[in-house]
């Protein structure tokens, strides 16, 4: 009897054994056949809270009766991958807040991870489906693509598509585009009304010439139309430079207090044009710290050619900012929080070899060492450089 009863139980142990595995396995979601499985995002559902004004996991018992529910997905790091969306009941899609499109039950929908960073240039996107309350007929699953050519999936997944795309252009990419025009044509008036001093100061071989016969400085003051023409486009650059790091989220030197916080084109030209004036004085401001502290020195006759050295390498170094600028936007690079500790160090490497190359250009021919002409290097260039590196971050 004991032999029958334990028979019995054993028997009925792994039935309840295999049955357990079976709807398990039933239970789990296969994705297509092409697709493998990298991620399911089962426990990572998230709700709004109203009382705390933010995303909360999901409870089945708080918010079974919840329509609309959430999910956060890292596009940065899930680079190459899909996303493949499935409910068993209708449902719409939307991202960051906007309607996306409305999923068909039953039906797969698949998203590639690349083309939401390259439209949306965000390192995290907000999902969100409202239809039927609850996660249980709900599966999102981040997959790696076996093999191309399976283009049924891609027709069902257009099929219930809404008309409501989003723009596939940045108010950025807008806003320098208008900048680049604004440069090129006050570079061009520049070109056509002085070419001779225009070509020049934007000659990297004028830079370092130092013979004291053939300077810029003799036929264009500091304060000559020529001149502050060219401070103007070099207060443009400067500015570029700046409102580019300010979207990205680096406040230099606290210039997040003159910027409006918008990201509309209106509002960064408007931002692009306060940062010009500011660069504009502040240049100005240095020339008459020069013309002062080279009056104590006794280097008045030089100023004025140190002045030209500087605006010329500013506005080449710049420049190449510009062009960098453009690069990283039209790429969709975006900056990270890692690469703030290194954002300083372009602008250090340059400004330190600017105040090497003022003294070799700009020293008194015959003379190894003038103890002036550094002194007075040291308080417009290295002070003012360590000050900065000091409040920049």
């Not at 960051?96 to 965000?122: H, P």
């Not at 960064?268 to 004085?281: C, E, H, N, Q």
């Not at 450089?385 to 920049?392: D, S, V, Y």
Request: proline content about 4%; charged content about 15%; hydrophobic content about 50%.
């Amino acid at each position: 009897m004991k032999s029958v009863f334990r028979s019995i139980s054993w028997a009925f142990l792994s039935l309840m054994l295999s049955l357990g595995a079976l709807a398990q396995n039933v239970s789990k979601v296969s994705p297509p056949a092409r697709f493998f499985p990298v991620y399911d995002f089962k426990n990572d559902w998230l709700v709004y809270n109203s009382q705390y004004k933010n995303y909360v996991p999901f409870s089945q018992e708080i918010n079974e009766a919840a329509p609309y529910i959430s999910l956060h997905i890292d596009l940065l790091k899930n680079r190459r991958y899909a996303l493949l969306l499935k409910t068993e009941s209708e449902c719409y899609l939307f991202l960051e807040g906007a309607l996306q499109n409305k999923i068909e039950a039953g039906k797969w929908q698949e998203m590639s991870i690349d083309s939401l960073f390259r439209i949306y240039k965000k390192d995290e996107l907000l999902f969100t489906f409202y239809g039927r309350p609850g996660i249980a007929d709900k599966t999102v699953l981040l997959c790696n693509k076996k093999a191309r050519g399976d283009v049924g999936l891609a027709e069902n997944s257009r099929s219930g598509f809404i008309n409501m795309k989003p723009v596939s252009f940045s108010p950025f990419g807008n806003f320098a585009a208008v900048v680049l025009l604004i440069v090129l044509v006050l570079n061009a008036w520049l070109y056509n009304t002085n070419t001779p001093s225009f070509v020049r100061l934007i000659s990297p071989i004028d830079f370092f010439n130092n013979d004291p016969r053939d300077q810029l400085s003799k036929n264009h003051k500091p304060l000559s139309n020529t001149v502050i023409t060219f401070v103007v486009a070099l207060a443009m650059l400067m500015a570029f430079a700046a409102t580019f790091l300010l979207v990205n989220r680096f406040n230099l030197f606290s210039f997040s207090t003159l910027f409006s916080g918008k990201s509309g084109t209106a509002e960064l030209l408007g931002d692009f044009s306060v940062l010009t004036i500011v660069f504009f004085l502040l240049i100005y401001a240095k020339y008459i710290c020069m013309v002062m502290a080279g009056n104590m020195l006794n280097l008045d006759k030089q100023v004025d050619l140190i002045f030209i050295k500087i605006i010329q390498s500013s506005y080449l170094f710049y420049a190449f900012c510009f062009l960098m600028v453009f690069f990283l936007n039209f790429n969709h690079v975006n900056l990270t929080a890692e690469m703030r500790p290194y954002l300083a160090l372009p602008f250090v490497l340059f400004y330190f070899s600017r105040f090497i190359s003022l003294y070799i250009v700009t020293r008194p021919s015959g003379s190894l060492i003038n103890l002036y002409l550094f002194s007075y290097l040291c308080v417009i260039e290295i002070i003012p450089l360590i000050i900065g590196i000091k409040f920049a971050l």
